[in-house]
């Protein structure tokens, strides 16, 4: 299992790499190299570390060693065919990890990021309308029971298109230079994320290609169906350049505008997990 | 008998409401502080109707988290207010200087003992707390915290004889009982005389 | 503040070592999976730090943080 | 419907109810370490800086208001923990209640301005939502005869109506259930990193955990 874990934290990065070129490419730059990500945590991982004098030095180190845990353990899950909701809470911790990234270093800017983390917190309810609605169909919450049911009924994406939709704009939000990504907009420096550096961005960088691995896979296997990998791999990568194509164009919306966006998703997700529920 | 838990509920909704709108309309803060009370007590009023053994063993706690909201709630507005430097005397009312305030105090503590349990500490604290309040005393905090801490061990432990030796019931029982008393009475008596003595 | 470079390179010996030793384990079904993947949850994470800080972790004064160009 | 994975521990203490399912397990483990960094770890010093120049200064928690916080916080990771694991909805109901009013302890020692007023109206809003959070458990019991959720999740007991289910959600919701509180924003903003991401944690714990109950009962 230590392979796979590696190969989703490499595979991921790759993966925010091949992101990065897109947009570089759609806006006319030459960009990095798609392995950029890859070198990224290569080099943040020798680059002189210590902790800041004004941060709190255990929340600073644990949170980062429990960033890495908790998505180490979504992958375990979403392997294994475990149950959405854990993925779910686990996604919504993630909230509370870039909350204390960015309040245990003591910096504004880092606390800017952990505060607009946590009023952009409207983001994670269409995804739970989406397990929601999932479960409406299936009758189950576990992965493994939603993959038998689309091996029998079809793939959930053409049966509810709208929750397909909901969960891709809940992963576009977590894309870097997304128009959601409002916690590491550059006008609070890098938001949450600032005062990481060293091994400690390392650190935060296998999270992020765990994360991105993790989110994708679970929204091939719950909309798709089970796959062999090698069609995971080329779905994840479709995927990405999709949500590239929206990063690369959409403005970043302002903090207002991006909680308006979300509650706005939301309202539609439940009106329309209300219907669906009387329907059924 | 449903129909009766039904009005019950009704009314005690109404109550709510009733308040609810109060809290809506009201923008002093200490007013609102006072009016949440009136809120407290329609939830209080909810689990009441059970009309159980198991509502009076829920409507406890429930109580002592609304107190204990109550009180910290009261404590950020001292604090946000900044009237923290008022010191606490006793009421200043003709009546109660005189014996009064003893002998209602003795009536109520010689009540919670007969009452005993929860209800009976209630009485009896509040007994206490009216002694202390009319009278101004400074009374010695520790002693009665290590009186509660003591009498709280004591429910427990009867807690466990009747789980572990049920034969020794009416021994725990009366252990329950008195512990359970001295504990609330001392409670009681802790509250809203430990105010301002030492600032966070 | 911090540990010193060699505690850290004690760290990431042994949590990769244990998960070298639970791979094995659990691929010879001595180890039930979910103790595995408990085990690499913990490991994993203290792992990649004490790697990295084994090698550059710096061993003086602290700094405060970035405020502002 | 398999909610949450089988229970694989379940703890009958008289009529207390604790039971862990792979779900409560992870939101348990996730606020036990919260709980542990907030007992070890330091406050941290916010840096604020001047405006108009180049000198910054840090802010320094008191060691008096220091021990309050980590008090309440280390309050607030137990009541939350016992909000997820408990199997009975009166208890989860008072774990909750007892989330709100250590989120307002663990700001309550900040002697700033606009975060105690913040805590103040958020104290207001929890302390109204207890009507409609042990309303719901109170008419649970009324109209089902039981509080344990394993009970309740069984076919043979009478459904849960959905208006109760909706006043637990309110209840919850009132208590600093996650997206919305504004209040609550405003009160990260105080300094002291571990006591006030206890706030934040538990009312995205409590959340999770709302749902689960909604869905099992």
């Known amino acids: 299992m230590i392979e796979y874990v590696l190969f989703a934290v ?28 890859i070198l990224h945590m290569l080099k943040f991982s020798f680059k002189s570390t210590w902790i800041p004098a004004t941060a709190s030095g255990t929340l600073f180190v644990g949170i980062v060693l429990l960033a890495i845990g908790i998505w180490t353990a979504a992958l375990f899950v ?11 809470g686990i996604y919504m911790l993630h909230k509370i990890v870039e909350h204390g990234f960015g309040l245990s270093s003591g910096s504004p800017y880092g606390k800017f990021g952990g505060v607009r983390s946590v009023i952009s917190a409207a983001s994670e309810i269409p995804l739970f309308v989406t397990v929601a609605v999932i479960a409406l169909f299936t009758e189950s919450f576990s992965l493994a029971d939603i993959t038998a049911y689309q091996e029998v009924h079809g793939p959930l994406l053409f049966l509810v298109p709208l929750p397909a939709l909901a969960m891709y704009i809940v992963i576009l939000s977590k894309m870097p230079s997304s128009p959601f990504s409002i916690v590491e907009s550059k006008e609070i420096v890098s938001g949450y994320k600032t005062e990481h550096f060293g091994v400690w961005r390392a650190g935060l960088e296998v999270t992020n290609g765990l994360k991105t691995y993790v989110l994708l896979f679970t929204f091939l296997a719950v909309f798709i169906g089970s796959l062999p990998l090698w ?19 959409c403005p970043m919306l302002s903090p207002f505008d991006t909680v308006t966006v979300q509650i706005l998703i939301t309202a539609i997700m439940v009106v329309y997990a209300g219907i669906l529920w009387v329907v059924a | 008998m449903w129909q009766q838990y039904s009005l019950g509920l009704l009314l005690v909704l109404v109550a709510g409401v009733i308040a609810f709108f109060a809290l809506v309309l009201e923008k002093d803060d200490l007013h609102r502080l006072l009016l949440i009370d009136l809120v407290e007590i329609a939830s209080l009023g ?36 900044g009237i923290k430097d008022c010191v606490v005397k006793g009421l200043d009312i003709e009546v109660i200087q005189a014996d009064a305030p003893l002998i209602i105090s003795i009536l109520l503590i010689i009540y919670g003992i007969i009452l005993s349990g929860f209800t009976g500490g209630g009485i009896a604290g509040l007994g206490a707390v009216f002694y202390i309040m009319s009278r101004g005393h400074r009374e010695k905090f520790e002693l009665l915290e290590i009186a509660a801490g003591i009498s709280w061990a ?20 009366f ?18 005389t430990m105010w301002g003595d030492n600032p966070l | 503040m911090m540990l010193s470079k060699s505690r850290f390179g004690l760290l990431a010996f042994a949590s990769g070592f244990l998960i070298v030793i639970g791979f094995f384990l659990e691929w010879g079904d001595y180890l039930p999976f979910w103790a595995y993947a408990a085990l690499l949850v913990c490991c994993f994470p203290v792992f990649t730090l004490s790697l990295g800080l084994w090698w550059m972790a710096r061993e003086h004064e602290e700094d405060i943080p970035f405020v502002g160009y | 419907m398999n909610i949450a994975g089988e229970p694989f521990l379940v703890l009958e203490f008289a009529d207390e109810l604790v039971y862990l399912t792979p779900y409560t397990t992870t939101l348990l483990l996730f606020a036990l370490a919260f709980t542990i960094f907030a007992i070890i770890s330091r406050p941290e010093r916010q840096v604020d800086i001047v405006f108009g120049g180049d000198a910054f200064y840090a802010k320094k928690t008191s060691l008096s208001e220091m021990r309050f916080r980590r008090f309440m916080a280390i309050a607030c990771g137990l009541a939350s923990m016992g909000a997820v694991v408990t199997g009975d909805i009166f208890n989860f109901t008072l774990f909750i ?15 700033i301005r606009h975060v105690q007023e913040a805590a103040f109206q958020y104290g207001i809003v929890a302390l109204s939502a207890t009507v409609p959070l042990f309303g719901a458990a109170a008419l649970t019991a009324a109209t089902t005869g039981t509080l ?21 959600v309110l209840g919850v919701m009132g208590e600093g259930m996650a997206p919305f509180y504004a209040a609550k924003a405003e009160m990260f903003r105080a300094p002291g990193a571990p006591y006030v991401i206890m706030c934040s944690l538990s009312s995205l714990l409590i959340f999770l955990r709302v749902i689960e109950v909604v869905l099992v009962i």
């Open chain 1, 10 to 37: 490499f595979f991921g990065l790759l993966l925010l790499g091949i992101h990065r070129k897109t947009i570089a490419r759609i806006q006319r730059r030459p960009g990095p190299p798609v392995w950029q990500e």
């Open chain 1, 78 to 88: 979403v392997l294994t065919g475990g149950s959405l909701l854990i993925i779910f």
């Open chain 1, 231 to 249: 069609w995971i791999l080329i779905g994840m990568v479709l995927i990405i350049l999709s949500l590239s194509f929206v990063c690369a164009l």
């Open chain 2, 46 to 81: 909810i689990i009441a109707l059970l009309g159980t053994d198991l509502a009076e063993a829920l409507i406890l706690p429930g109580l002592v988290v609304g107190i204990a909201e109550l009180l910290a709630l009261s404590q950020i507005y001292v604090m946000k207010e």
């Open chain 2, 154 to 173: 004591v429910w427990i432990l009867a807690f466990f004889i009747f789980m572990s030796f049920p034969e020794y019931w009416l021994t725990a029982l």
């Open chain 2, 175 to 192: 252990m329950a009982a008195v512990g359970i008393l001295l504990k609330v009475a001392a409670k009681m008596a802790l509250v809203g």
């Open chain 4, 97 to 111: 209640s007892l989330v709100g009013i250590c989120n307002v302890g663990i700001v309550a020692a900040v002697k």
């Open chain 4, 148 to 168: 344990s959720m394993i009970e309740l999740g069984k076919a043979t007991t009478a459904a849960v109506s959905p208006v109760i289910k909706a006043l637990l």
